[in-house]
């Protein structure tokens, strides 16, 4: 995907996110989140949002828009659904190769907040959908681009899996895309290529993705094998 493909996901999935969290009492609870509130992801997703606008500011030299949180969580509706409007509004007015500041060491651009914004809240606005019995899998093409980025993650920030060679075979059953993936003790090596795992994986790309981000499918999931390849991937890899 490009930067203009991300950023159009960042802005469907803000406003999807934004119907969910008005659609129901903020207290309600977010299944696939243990002991968060729909209160408590608004927090979550605002602040995000908040960070890497002022982040893009930054790199622009555009002014920093005054983000405060809300003190009351029946304000957070609000106040997230502005956070992720400035977002949107950030990253559309900035170039791709901007120069800004990211925690991963291979890009330092504008590219880099645009795809996580864009993987992130896809997560996020499936998290609040289930909290309202409204779940939408995740459009195939983020989806794919979510699994991608995950190993972008587990490089720059993940946990040693402590694996010794373990493979999982990730088979998209609706587009051309699979995974294969070797665990050793430091890391996980990924290519894209068909090839016999330890364990195989079969479903959809967004149930795929939903699996690795330890979220409930939307659709059917065929596993062939142990659990022992998904343990370990957990390990590097929790979110």
Not at 7 to 21: K, P, Q, S
Not at 189 to 208: I, P
Request: include cysteine.
């Amino acid at each position: 995907m490009d930067y203009g493909e991300h950023v159009d996901a960042v802005r469907r999935e803000a406003d999807a996110f934004n119907v969910a969290l008005r659609d129901g009492p903020i207290e309600a609870a977010v299944p696939s989140c243990p002991e968060w509130t729909m209160a408590d992801l608004a927090l979550h997703v605002g602040e995000f949002a908040g960070w890497w606008t002022h982040i893009l500011c930054d790199g622009t030299g555009r002014p920093r828009p005054a983000l405060a949180e809300p003190a009351a969580a029946h304000d957070r509706t609000g106040w997230c659904g502005e956070s992720l409007a400035h977002l949107v509004a950030e990253l559309e007015a900035t170039p791709p190769d901007t120069a800004v500041w990211t925690w991963a060491k291979e890009d330092k651009t504008a590219r880099f907040p645009a795809r996580r914004a864009a993987n992130e809240l896809a997560i996020h606005r499936f998290d609040a959908q289930l909290a309202r019995g409204t779940q939408q899998p995740i459009e195939r093409a983020l989806a794919a681009d979510g699994i991608d980025e995950i190993f972008v993650m587990i490089a720059n920030r993940g946990t040693p899996p402590g694996g010794t060679g373990e493979t999982l075979h990730l088979h998209a059953t609706d587009c051309e895309a699979e995974w294969m993936l070797t665990i050793g003790a430091d890391g996980i090596d990924m290519r894209h290529e068909h090839a016999k795992g330890d364990t195989a994986v079969r479903a959809a790309v967004s149930d795929l993705e939903l699996l690795l981000y330890q979220r409930p499918p939307v659709g059917p999931v065929e596993q062939f094998g142990d659990d022992r390849p998904l343990e370990l991937f957990y390990r590097a890899f929790t979110f």
